[in-house]
């Protein structure tokens, strides 16, 4: 199934994904520029950790890209229903539209999403699931980001040996300190909101609740027996192996599981 392009006309979406491009686009720019560069030109240290940097900042804006363009799973408008799966799906009293079990309709987008978790605004999009996977790398890649900075930010004063020559770019010459403080107050609230949110998401899979199921506190799906973990993280990023699940380039293939077993097992 390829990745079908999806926008959301919200201002304030728009506000919130600026805000997380800038704070990538800070960090990107300057860090290596600051950090990184100068300290491999004296020997400081090797090629290896500017590779590694810019390999999960690459990572982390696709997955934010991605994850903001992605279909979350929207319900067309006259949906096809198996006639071995109908009484597994219900009527949406907002947009009077058939629907599989475990969907919600999303009042911001404005249609129904398949095993809908929240809209998130700082992707500008549902988190469905069909996108579900490209959020969990997001989240996991940013924090991987941000500790990385912060590590940068420390190293540079305390473990680095000092720089020798300056032949960086006038203005961050000037500015130095106040940039590596801005980046490590930057790096510091997006760590330690982002690991309260990965932490969340992780415990839904785990027991393959969404954040409404949990919030709406059903109990028909708290009562239900619990799935394997392998088996939700499969459902969720559409394949076994795991080495996949760390990858934001490939397409979803999803795993062929009828809306009454993931219900009902």
């Not at 926008?7 to 805000?19: I, N, R, T």
């Not at 992707?123 to 912060?150: K, M, P, R």
Request: proline content about 6%; some cysteine.
């Amino acid at each position: 199934m390829g990745l079908q392009i999806h926008f959301v006309f919200d201002p304030q979406g728009w506000c919130c994904m600026g805000m997380i491009i800038f704070v990538w686009l800070y960090n990107t720019l300057f860090i290596p520029q600051i950090i990184l560069f100068p300290h491999y030109e004296e020997g400081h240290t090797s090629a290896a950790p500017i590779l590694c940097y810019y390999l999960v900042s690459l990572f982390c804006i696709v997955s934010l890209l991605r994850a903001s363009i992605a279909d979350p799973g929207k319900l067309p408008e006259r949906p096809k229903i198996p006639l071995t799966e109908q009484e597994f799906w219900e009527l949406c009293n907002k947009c009077n539209m058939m629907r599989p079990k475990r969907s919600h309709h999303c009042s911001r987008c404005g249609h129904c999403v398949r095993r809908m978790d929240h809209h998130c605004p700082w992707i500008n999009n549902c988190v469905g699931e069909d996108n579900h996977w490209l959020f969990l790398q997001l989240c996991f890649y940013t924090q991987l980001l941000s500790s990385y900075t912060l590590i940068l930010d420390f190293c540079h004063y305390y473990y680095f040996l000092p720089l020798k020559k300056v032949n960086w770019d006038l203005f961050v010459f000037r500015h130095e300190l106040a940039l590596l403080r801005i980046s490590t107050f930057m790096g510091i609230i997006m760590l330690g909101g982002i690991s309260g949110l990965f932490y969340t998401q992780l415990m839904g899979i785990f027991t393959d609740m969404t954040t409404i199921e949990k919030m709406s506190n059903c109990c028909e799906e708290i009562s239900r027996p619990r799935k394997p973990w392998q088996q939700t993280f499969s459902e969720v990023f559409g394949t076994r192996w795991k080495i996949l699940w760390f990858i934001p380039f490939r397409q979803r293939q999803p795993l062929r599981i009828p809306y009454h077993f993931a219900n009902h097992v």
